[in-house]
């Protein structure tokens, strides 16, 4: 009986060894292989023409498409925690685009604003290449920002509006647009951002033609830019005017949240 159980008892010992000599081989099996995590990143916003992509991560993107294919995202430089995009690139401006301004404008989480530069051209397929972004010279955090053909609007955290780029037709400053003796709008470039000097600090801006829109906090909608043309405007506004400067508050609306200008 005895040897019976030493018998047993070595044969146990000698099936686990073997286990345990199975469980290391196979660890070290699996620990030679390389480990490989695939993230995915998302699109949350994109601008309306669709030239700068901003992905979940904080980083944006345009299309590079130098070998006349659509596909070939690069990273635009500089920008990294980004929050928000905006623009349009040269080719929806026109042939009186001042150069030297910016396309596309971008929002960073600490409430910097960026900008950069681009240059498509159409062999079929767009082939474009992208300028490094630079920092917006603004005197205080902005939390909203809006561009479109050329034009760009920013409200800091004061609610304070601000413009740069191109002003079409009173924008920016509120002023009526030279024309030529053709009849086109002069193009006329604000190189660094001014003040917009509403009378109300604001929570909402928008760029449309001919006119851009604003918000304030109460919920009152601003109009400014083109404002002799009755045609663009409601039927109850009230003028307002500083130096310049020419708005028109629109009344008898409830308070409104957003807006879309075209």
């Known amino acids: 009986m005895r040897r019976v159980r030493q018998a047993l008892l070595w044969g146990f010992i000698a099936s686990s060894c073997v286990c345990v000599l199975l469980l290391a081989r196979a660890g070290a099996q699996v620990a030679t292989k390389p480990v490989t995590?695939?993230?995915?990143?998302?699109?949350?916003a994109i601008t309306a023409s669709g030239d700068?992509?901003?992905?979940?991560?904080?980083?944006?993107?345009?299309f590079n498409?130098?070998?006349?294919?659509?596909?070939?995202?690069i990273f635009i430089r500089g920008l990294r925690g980004i929050i928000d995009v905006a623009g349009a690139s040269e080719d929806g401006l026109g042939p009186n685009w001042p150069k030297g301004s910016a396309y596309w404008i971008a929002l960073r989480?600490?409430?910097?604003?960026?900008?950069?530069?681009?240059?498509?051209?159409?062999?079929?397929?767009?082939?474009?290449?992208?300028?490094?972004?630079?920092?917006?010279p603004l005197p205080r955090k902005v939390a909203v920002i809006a561009s479109a053909g050329g034009t760009h609007l920013a409200i800091d955290s004061e609610g304070q509006a601000w413009g740069w780029g191109l002003d079409h037709d009173g924008l920016i400053t509120g002023q009526k647009g030279e024309r030529d003796p053709s009849g086109r709008l002069i193009p006329r470039l604000i190189e660094r951002p001014i003040k917009i000097p509403l009378s109300a600090p604001l929570k909402y801006i928008a760029i449309g033609f001919p006119h851009s829109i604003g918000i304030d906090r109460k919920g009152t909608v601003w109009l400014w830019g083109a404002h002799n043309d009755q045609n663009f405007l409601p039927k109850d506004t009230e003028t307002y005017t500083n130096g310049k400067f020419v708005a028109r508050k629109v009344l008898?609306?409830?308070?409104?949240q957003s807006a879309v200008a075209d």
């Open 109 to 136: 989480r600490s409430g910097e604003v960026l900008q950069w530069n681009g240059h498509c051209s159409d062999e079929g397929i767009y082939s474009c290449s992208f300028s490094r972004a630079t920092v917006v």
């Open 37 to 44: 995590r695939l993230v995915g990143h998302r699109a949350i």
């Open 65 to 73: 498409n130098r070998n006349k294919e659509a596909e070939g995202p």
């Open 52 to 62: 700068a992509v901003l992905r979940d991560d904080g980083r944006v993107i345009g």
């Open 252 to 256: 008898n609306i409830p308070p409104v």
